[in-house]
Structures are given as C-alpha cells and as structure tokens.
C-alpha cells in the first residue's frame, strides 16, 4: 500500500468535533491543525525561525506558482521543499488547479488537462494529473493533492461535470504517484448540490486515500451552504482519515468548520489581513492604520503570548504601518498566524475535555468580526 | 559633571588601532563597534530579536526622522526610544543636522539654526541646538549628538563658516542638555582641510566632552583625505574618549577607520545593500539576482555563521529576490549586518593580540570589492 508512512489517530471525538493525530514523514501533525499559507515557499514575511517559535507545524505551499518560479526541477535538485525553505515540518502542496482555473481568460479546459498561460510572462503551459502529480512528487510535500477542477458553486450542470471530471482526474492522480513518502488526498466537489457533494464524497472514499479534502468552498457561497455541505461530507467520509476544508480561513470558520469533522484548515487570511494594518483577535480585528492607536501603549492583544503582543505596542506597530517599515508586516503577520495556532490549540484541548460546544460557543459570541474595511481580503485569490 | 555614568576604558593598543570597553545605562559596548542604522525606529526588516541574535549591540536612530514621525513627544509618552522599538542595548542618535543639511531646497540657515521643510508634508520646522537636544532628550538614546552643520568637503570658507557654527552651537547644545543618563558626543568639522579639522578637534577636545565623532567624511571626498583627516584628529583627541566616524561604512572603510584610532561606526550599508539584493562578504559582494546563482547550493558565505547561511542557499535567496518576497530583505540584513559584526569582533581579536596591522592588511587584500552594481547604493542620503 501507497500510504504505510501515514496514519491517523482519532484520540477523541466530542459531537462531530475531531481531535486526532497525524502522522507524517516530517512529524506528527496535532489536529486540528491551521497552516499558514507559503505560496512561494515562504510564509510572507517571517521566517522559518519565527514560524518555529510561534508553533506553526503544517504549512501549505502553491504548486502553480513554484512550478513556474523558480521550477519544481530546480526544487527538487536543491534537494525538495523541506530543504529549499528550510522548513523541517509537514509540508502540504495543493494540485496547482486552483489556481490554474482562477485564471479565466488565461486557460483552456478538456478533459485531460488544462492549458494555460503564465500569469507571470504570458508562457504556455499545461497540467494535466499526471503532470501535477509529477510536479507535486518534484517539490516533494508530505501531503499532496489530486488534481481537481473547482467549478462556480451556484452552476449545477458545471459543478456536475467539473466533479466527474475531479473524480476521474483523482484516479489518474492515484495511478500517476511513485513516491510511497508522500499521501495523496482527493477532493470532493459538488458545489453547493447537497447529491453531488454526497456523490462525490461516495467515490472518493471508494478510492481508499489517506486523507479527503473538502473543495470549492469560501469561493462566494453562503456560510449556511458551507456548513450543510460539511455536514453532508462529514457522514460519508471515513472517520479514521483526516479531513481538509481547503482555503479557510476566519477565526469563526476554523470554530464552524472544527464542530463539523473538519481536522485541517489552510489560508492566506493571516499574512495577508497583516500586510493591510488588519490585526486578528478573539474578539474581532483591529485596524492599527487608526489613528486612535496613534499614542497606545497596549500590545495588540492583553491576552496574547505571541512575540508580537510580549513586546510592542500599538503605537509603535501604528508608526512602523504609516512610516511604510517592513517590520509590520513581520509582526503582525507573527501575531495573527500566532492567533490562529492559539484558536486550534484551544479548540483542541475542548475537544479533549468534551466541552467543545461550551468553548466554540462562548468563542463566536466574543468574537464580534469587523469585516467593514478588510472583507475584500477575505476572498481567496489565485 | 553631566557625564558620569559614561567610562570608556582603552583595553589595548595596537598601532592606533584600539579595543576598549565603552560603559553606557543599557550596557558595555565593546568597542570598535559597528551601529546597524535604524532610522524610523526600527532596522529595516529585521526585529529587535533577530538583531540580537546577531550579536547586535549599539544602534542608531534617526532624530530628524522620529522628530517628524510620530514625533519625540509621543516616543517620550511611551516610555522612550528604547521601550518604543524595544531595544534594550544601548542607542545612538543623530542630531538631526546631516538629514535637515540634506534638504537643500528646503531649508534656510542662519546662524541660530535651520528652518526646514519636512519631506513627508512638506510643513515648516526649526531645529536649533537646544531644540535638537530637546528631541534626543525625548528620545531618550544613551550617546546623542551635538547639533551640527556638514559643509561640502571642498569649499573652504563654506566649511570654515560651518566649522566655527558647529563650535558655537556644540556648546549650546552642552548648556542645553539636562539629562545625566543621556553622553553628548561633539562633531569634528572642517571638510577635506588639516588645519580647520586640527582646529576643530582642539575646539571640542576643550569642552571636554564624554566622546567625539568626525563627521563630514563619506560625503564624497577620497580615500586618501578621509585618511589623513582621521589621522590628524587621530593626534588631537583625548585618548580615553571614544571615537565615533559618522556614516561609515564599507568593510574596507571600518578596517581603515579602525587603523586610525575610530572606535564606533555606524552606516545603512549592509540594510541598505540588502534590499537591493547585495550581499556582504570578507571577499567582497554578492549581486544574488545574478543568474549565476539560480541553482546554487551554497549559502552566501561558506565560512559565516549567521541564521542565513546557516541555513538558506543562495538559489533559495535569488527565488525570494526575483519573486519579491520580503524575506529576501530580511535574510540579506541578517546575513550583512552579521558580517560587519564579525569583521569588528575580529579587528578587536586582533588588536587585543597584538596582530592588527597583519590582519587588516590580510583582510584588504582579501577583499575585492565589486562597486560597479551597487556603488550609488554606498553614498550617505538623508
């Protein structure tokens, strides 16, 4: 068998809640678990060191964009992704079909492949699932991912046909894979079409993978949509195999997604809110670009233990976004990633305690979320 | 007297070159020493612990700067500089002068202080001695620097005007001053002349200040003047006061400064460089967006001991740099500003050994600098 080198551990279960350990080449991996997103083997703007210390385990780096810059060859002539951006975690790669379908006018799907055109220089190119596979084998992450097709949510006869098309694409990927190092999830699609979502939650599990994500969601369908279609998977898929809802993200959907089975959880949201002056904390974000933290000594968070919150405070990470200092960004990238670490840990140690309802509750309703200046940041983007 | 809580002990001797240990309220500096620049409160893109890590001791900070943003008032407020960008080791300001002089367009002199323009808003400002000694009162920095005017090197009566402005507001800047915690250093003047920079040191030498810098060098005169300037006050300045050679420099320039008796440096050289992807070695520089370097296994500098090449190749630094990543910045800072680290600590090695002069000229011919990409980059700006 493909995947001896990976098992998963339900330790306890409280509803629907999972807290579970994951055994990859690279560590085990406590779930839940939240990564930081790597697109270009590097989680902006901090370092491998800095991740350590914040207590980061999984990342999450982009096929599409390492097999265009600097090369996946290259990569794996450096000695892999582990070594090249020296981080000695598990590391996850996506299937590059994300972003590859989020080019629009830049591709052309058929039902082997998709070609398309470089973002970065307008050159031609084509993934296949062979290709990615390959690709994915070349960067060499502990878990990668089927090559899937993500297609509009609200598009029945799309969702219909882009799921056939992931279901027979996750095959050729299973065919395609040499390396016995690396798990192979498949992605179940369906968009917001509770049969299609069971369908494909069905065949998948029929393929026997050492983990299944959860795709084509938090792309522009209602949190009410989301959460039907977690619960929908949530009873077909194998309970002794993790779960990865692809792509998300806020503080409430890590907490929505967690008491609904979901076991691992990536996004840009915490890097990304950091470079726009947007702090993430258990009661909401704050904008530090306001000039009412123009003269406040207080850190970010009272309650935080991240590098961050310890030493400086809002004025000074006010100064630091106005005087335009690439230190703001390192550091409130360190503390929202930090945030979000302490949210899954937390969420953990409930689950564990069976008290996962009281805790997930109590947290959305102290979490007032301020989406008013940074809801555009939210959105995933290719 | 107001300089109590400042002792510099001479350590050793070796030819002019000197070791000593300088005391200040947040710690000893072991001297030569070489100041990282941080102009708005912070070095570019590394934080306060990485800066320590690197065996960082004394930094500078920008007055004109932190005067116009966020303001001396509001660091004062906060607990002062150090607290403000939590450094704990000791600090350096500037007087504001070089920045304020820098302006050209914007600025008018007389012989009471400057009216300036602010770069940022363009809105109106006066610096005079007791208002720059205000400022760094509000600061709060260990070593502050009497107000001072930096003619250009080769005018002759410009620099005799501004050399005898200096002296005179060199002393207001003494009456002025209130704070006991806080060692105003004095500023050599006097341009590319002999006679005016002998002047002028025995000028400052009879105020009996805690310390002396030379200023007005690296502004865009030689080699050889610098040279002989820093030689002639070399033989005027009290031996048990430090020596402080403003905005310098290179590798080869803290060699041939530390030749000639100077015990402090500070520049955004290696910040600077680092931001344009041009890394520092002891034989010379390294353009890593070279595509020379595109699979190249090797850290920057096989012998260093900095987190970078420790850890990172320089095929992983070229993908940051080309993929504009701002880790790339903050790798290259950590590994520059190390390596003028490493070269003070082994000037100091080797004076404490008595083998300066070997290994400076071991250390030059060593060297082989490579300007031609970067040599815009070396000139001091505002």
């Known amino acids: 068998m493909n995947t001896s080198l990976f098992t998963f551990d339900l330790i306890a279960k409280d509803g629907q809640a999972r807290a579970g350990v994951f055994n990859t080449p690279h560590g085990d991996l406590l779930t839940p678990v939240f990564a930081p997103v790597g697109t270009q083997a590097t989680v902006k703007a901090v370092t491998p060191a800095q991740l350590e210390e914040l207590g980061a385990t999984l990342i999450l780096a982009n096929t599409y964009h390492l097999y265009l810059r600097p090369g996946a060859d290259v990569i794996a002539e450096l000695g892999g992704l582990h070594h090249f951006m020296q981080w000695q975690h598990p590391i996850l790669t996506d299937s590059g079909g994300f972003q590859v379908f989020s080019l629009e006018q830049m591709r052309k799907i058929d039902e ?144 929505n997604g967690i008491r609904r089975g979901v076991d691992i959880f990536d996004c840009v949201l915490p890097t990304r809110l950091a470079r726009h002056s947007a702090a993430m904390t258990f009661s909401g974000r704050l904008n530090l670009l306001n000039a009412a933290y123009a003269r406040d000594a207080q850190p970010i968070d009272q309650n935080c233990q991240c590098y961050t919150c310890r030493h400086f405070s809002r004025a000074y990470l006010r100064h630091l976004i106005v005087a335009k200092e690439m230190l703001a960004a390192t550091l409130i990238s360190i503390h929202n990633i930090f945030t979000l670490q302490e949210l899954v840990r937390q969420a953990r140690r409930a689950i564990l305690e069976q008290r996962f309802a009281a805790f997930a509750s109590d947290f959305l309703q102290q979490y007032q979320q301020n989406k008013t200046t940074t809801s555009s940041l939210t959105e995933r983007k290719p």
Chains 1, 2 share one sequence.
Not at 123 to 134: A, M, N
Not at 220 to 246: C, F, N, Q, S, W
Request: hydrophobic share 35%; net charge negative.
């Open 112 to 255: 082997d492949g998709v070609t398309f055109k470089s973002h970065i220089d307008g050159s031609i190119h084509r993934f296949t699932p062979e290709k990615s596979i390959e690709v994915q084998q070349n960067l060499g992450a502990d878990i990668i991912m089927a090559f899937d097709e993500c297609a509009p949510p609200y598009d029945r006869a799309y969702s219909e046909r882009a799921m056939q098309r992931t279901h027979q694409w996750a095959e050729r990927c299973l065919r395609a894979k040499t390396r016995r190092d690396q798990a192979l999830f498949g992605i179940v699609q369906g968009g917001v079409f509770p049969d299609l979502r069971q369908q494909s939650a069905d065949y998948l599990t029929s393929l026997d993978l050492p983990g299944y994500a959860i795709g084509g969601l938090s792309v522009g369908e209602t949190k009410v949509e989301m959460h039907a279609m977690l619960e929908i998977v949530h009873g077909i898929l194998p309970e002794d195999k993790p779960r990865y809802l692809m792509g998300v993200g806020t503080p409430e959907d890590l907490i």
